[in-house]
């Protein structure tokens, strides 16, 4: 059961620039949603104000999320993810990324720029850092130990690799010493949790061992992180802003190019994200999985294949309004072991239902070409909860 009465109001976005208000308080427990900046940005009331907000991610981020608190309105908590780690390399040398066209352009000049354009905190413009490159790693270190701004997170775009069994341990120790919060993004083709068995067992490590550390751009891992230790988190609004791949790589799509593009949904009761177009077939014969969200009202998983942009806005409002609901549940317990056991035994239950619903559709108990259970989440349910 939960432990605390209800959930506490979440202090609001700060309308300052000024540079000594922390960033930890105004993002504490927060899971935000990653907005695509390719597009002309407006509120969705599907986020939580008190427990939610904004990540403007791409290359507009800047301008998009100054149109999102001018044009639009929103007040709410706002980062700028401009992703330079998508075409820039990080080297011992330099690490962030800083524009080579304008005269005396710093890093304190970025993260002032971004508080000018509406944002509750500024994130470093790190480069992607590769696998086991320690110099680089530690040159962010140093780098971001010089940043004189309480209102700073110092962005890690990491190669997932840095969380297998061999450089986790260089990994924390690293962390350890940026005097700032931290941000995590991971990178991969598809799921980087996927990448190894220890993958997510040692994120919780990392969590746990180094403190104020976020995980952004990702999926239901976002809750993981919260559930153990991250201070916030942040989940894409669609797959290819739920992880990032290295800026030498083309990303890799689960289907052949071309063709209209539907949208990925968010199945309360399995906790994964399905295709609306895999949704569609695998309920061509039966009844649909439903839910009970504002935006759905009883009705069908299965009818988001439409490529339509009205479909996608209510694709995106139901899965957004599933995951603030788990994100305000879990407010509603204690960091530590009741937190933990609550999210722990969410994953079992989830786990469990896959057999039931494929048996439903006719498909047995665990057929291929029915529900799989994704490898994290069995992770989350199995993986022993640390004191």
């Not at 009465?5 to 976005?13: C, F, I, K, N, V």
């Not at 962390?175 to 040692?202: E, G, M, S, V, Y």
């Not at 994200?273 to 695998?282: N, V």
């Not at 498909?363 to 029915?370: D, E, Q, T, V």
Request: hydrophobic share 40%; charged share 20%.
């Amino acid at each position: 059961m939960s432990n605390t009465p209800s959930p506490r109001r979440r202090p609001p976005a700060l309308k300052t620039l000024d540079h000594t208000v922390a960033a930890v308080p105004l993002l504490q427990d927060r899971v935000l949603l990653h907005e695509n900046a390719l597009n002309l940005p407006r509120p969705r009331p599907a986020l939580d104000d008190d427990f939610s907000g904004v990540v403007m991610t791409g290359a507009k981020a800047n301008e998009r999320a100054f149109h999102l608190r001018t044009t639009a309105g929103y007040e709410g908590t706002l980062l700028i993810d401009s992703a330079p780690y998508t075409s820039y390399v990080a080297t011992a040398d330099e690490p962030f990324m800083v524009p080579t066209d304008e005269l005396f352009a710093s890093v304190d000049t970025s993260l002032a720029f971004q508080k000018v354009r509406g944002a509750s905190a500024a994130l470093t413009p790190t480069g992607y850092i590769p696998p086991a490159d320690s110099k680089t790693l530690k040159a962010v270190m140093r780098e971001a130990n010089k940043i004189e701004r309480a209102d700073t997170i110092v962005t890690l775009p990491v190669d997932v690799t840095w969380l297998n069994r061999e450089n986790i341990g260089q990994l924390i120790a690293v962390c350890t010493k940026i005097r700032h919060p931290k941000a995590l993004i991971l990178f991969r083709q598809f799921d980087p949790l996927k990448q190894t068995k220890d993958i997510p067992a040692n994120l919780r490590s990392l969590l746990a061992s180094v403190e104020h550390t976020a995980l952004l751009r990702t999926d239901l891992a976002a809750l993981d992180a919260i559930a153990h230790g991250a201070f916030c988190a942040g989940i894409g609004v669609q797959s290819s802003l739920r992880h990032a791949i290295p800026p030498s790589e083309k990303a890799q799509i689960g289907k052949p190019p071309g063709g209209p593009i539907y949208p990925h949904v968010l199945m309360p009761e399995l906790m994964c994200f399905k295709g609306a177009a895999s949704l569609a077939r695998l309920y061509g014969n039966d009844d649909p999985a439903t839910c009970s969200c504002e935006e759905c009202d009883g009705r069908g998983l299965d009818r988001f294949c439409l490529p339509d942009g009205e479909t996608r806005r209510e694709a995106d409002n139901h899965t957004v309004l599933t995951w603030s609901n788990w994100v305000t549940e879990m407010a509603g317990y204690q960091p530590g072991t009741p937190r933990k056991t609550w999210w722990r035994d969410k994953c079992a239950a989830a786990i469990d239902r896959y057999a039931l619903e494929n048996q439903r559709i006719g498909l047995g108990a665990s057929p291929r070409s029915g529900f799989q259970e994704p490898a994290p989440l069995k992770a989350w349910a199995t993986l022993p909860i640390a004191p």
